[in-house]
């Protein structure tokens, strides 16, 4: 009869909600952080992964939603709307069919996952496939939601950041301090926004002695906070972080410079080194975009950016089985066999 009762109930009173706020929820947050053997050895640190494909949509971005639907059922919207490279879409669409209300998504046109439009479609959303990136799904949705009778559930709606910035307080809670170093992808550059705002609370109500440095890796063709520029035509494996012109841009800047952290970037070819690395020797599976915080850790590490004995946290942020092929690819087709022991036996070389 005790399960985890979702991000609201749990941290009700770090929270902007009343008594009277209408709770939509799936249950989120409350997920595992799991010692990573192979990545603390590399290291040698003490590594864990905050396994955030384990929320009910299978990413963070339920964290923010259950927030952002709630605030606007509160406020008595009927229709929410949101841009997305996928995992927000299929989040808003599950909470919004919580709330009873209708949702809209618009997403760049053949550039987002299979599962994740899967998820929009059946949950009932009404999805826009824009001719165009990301930024400009996300000047259209702001337009829209400006204009007509909508509420906007991007992470620029302020309660999704202080939904997404229970994952910090779960890590306090579960390790009794702040890691030293906490790392986590970038994309529009929300969630690391979240954690820093999350970190930066318990500090100062001295839940956490400290706070930590701040790690953010983007992927190379979609980079704009290395570079110090938009970039006009993202490109990356990893379509969630997909974005040329972050709107939490500033955001992720002071998270880095405050905490005394870093923003960096890999390349799709570390991205999929670290996913691979993930599944198969950390049992983790993620999606590409997951894995661009265990390549920048792996990429600092080989710098010698990482001393160690330090306690580190990677963030992966969405479930692999949200984006598939990549695993699929390149991988060797499994043998068929009949129904017969012997044959199955030599083919698996058990004989
Ligand atoms: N990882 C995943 C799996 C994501 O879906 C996203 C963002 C990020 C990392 C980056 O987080 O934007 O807060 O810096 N996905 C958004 C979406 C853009 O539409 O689902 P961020």
């Given at each position: 009869?005790?399960?985890?009762?979702?991000?609201?109930?749990?941290?009700?009173?770090r929270?902007?909600?009343?008594?009277?706020?209408?709770?939509?929820?799936?249950?989120?947050?409350?997920?595992?952080?799991?010692?990573a053997?192979?990545l603390?050895?590399?290291?040698?640190?003490?590594?864990?992964?905050?396994?955030?494909?384990?929320n009910?949509?299978?990413s963070?971005?339920?964290?923010?939603m259950?927030?952002?639907?709630?605030?606007?059922?509160?406020?008595?919207?009927?229709?929410v709307?949101?841009?997305?490279?996928?995992?927000t879409?299929?989040?808003?669409?599950?909470?919004?069919?919580?709330?009873?209300m209708?949702?809209a998504?618009?997403?760049?046109?053949?550039?987002?996952a299979?599962?994740?439009?899967?998820?929009?479609?059946?949950?009932?959303?009404?999805?826009?496939?824009?001719?165009g990136?990301f930024?400009?799904?996300?000047?259209l949705?702001?337009?829209?939601?400006?204009?007509?009778?909508?509420?906007?559930?991007?992470s620029?709606?302020?309660v999704?950041?202080e939904?997404?910035?229970t994952?910090?307080?779960e890590?306090?809670d579960?390790?009794?301090?702040?890691p030293?170093i906490?790392?986590l992808p970038?994309?529009?550059?929300?969630?690391?926004?979240?954690y820093?705002?999350g970190?930066k609370?318990?500090?100062?109500d001295?839940?956490?002695?400290?706070?930590?440095?701040?790690?953010?890796?983007?992927?190379?063709?979609?980079?704009?906070?290395?570079?110090g520029?938009?970039?006009?035509?993202?490109?990356?494996?990893?379509?969630?972080?997909?974005?040329?012109?972050?709107?939490?841009?500033?955001?992720?800047?002071?998270?880095?410079?405050?905490?005394?952290?870093?923003?960096?970037?890999v390349t799709?070819?570390?991205i999929?080194?670290?996913?691979?690395?993930?599944?198969a020797?950390?049992?983790?599976?993620?999606e590409?975009?997951?894995?661009?915080?265990?390549?920048?850790?792996?990429?600092?590490?080989?710098?010698?950016?990482?001393?160690?004995?330090?306690?580190?946290?990677?963030?992966?942020?969405?479930?692999?089985?949200?984006?598939?092929?990549?695993?699929?690819?390149?991988?060797?087709?499994?043998?068929?066999?009949?129904v017969?022991?012997?044959?199955a036996?030599?083919?698996?070389?058990?004989?």
């Amino acid at each position: 009869t005790h399960q985890w009762r979702g991000i609201i109930e749990e941290y009700r009173d770090r929270l902007p909600v009343s008594d009277t706020t209408p709770v939509v929820t799936l249950r989120e947050g409350g997920t595992p952080l799991v010692p990573a053997q192979v990545l603390s050895e590399r290291t040698g640190c003490e590594v864990h992964l905050k396994v955030e494909g384990a929320n009910p949509t299978g990413s963070f971005k339920d964290r923010g939603m259950t927030m952002a639907i709630s605030k606007a059922k509160e406020e008595g919207a009927k229709a929410v709307i949101c841009a997305s490279t996928g995992n927000t879409s299929a989040s808003a669409a599950a909470y919004a069919v919580r709330a009873g209300m209708v949702s809209a998504v618009l997403v760049p046109q053949g550039k987002i996952a299979l599962g994740k439009m899967g998820q929009a479609l059946v949950h009932g959303a009404k999805i826009l496939q824009v001719d165009g990136n990301f930024d400009d799904c996300l000047t259209l949705a702001r337009d829209l939601s400006d204009n007509y009778p909508v509420a906007l559930v991007n992470s620029v709606n302020p309660v999704r950041i202080e939904g997404q910035k229970t994952a910090a307080f779960e890590i306090v809670d579960m390790l009794g301090d702040a890691p030293d170093i906490h790392v986590l992808p970038v994309g529009n550059a929300g969630n690391i926004t979240a954690y820093w705002k999350g970190y930066k609370e318990y500090a100062t109500d001295g839940v956490s002695k400290r706070t930590p440095r701040m790690w953010g890796f983007q992927a190379s063709g979609s980079a704009p906070i290395v570079r110090g520029e938009v970039v006009k035509d993202p490109s990356t494996i990893a379509t969630a972080i997909r974005i040329g012109n972050p709107a939490s841009w500033q955001y992720a800047l002071a998270a880095r410079d405050e905490s005394g952290g870093l923003i960096d970037e890999v390349t799709d070819r570390e991205i999929l080194r670290a996913y691979r690395l993930l599944a198969a020797q950390e049992g983790v599976f993620v999606e590409p975009a997951s894995a661009a915080s265990v390549a920048g850790l792996l990429k600092a590490a080989e710098q010698g950016k990482v001393d160690p004995g330090q306690r580190i946290v990677c963030t992966v942020t969405g479930n692999g089985l949200k984006d598939p092929d990549w695993a699929v690819a390149g991988a060797p087709q499994p043998v068929t066999v009949p129904v017969d022991a012997a044959t199955a036996a030599e083919r698996l070389g058990l004989a």
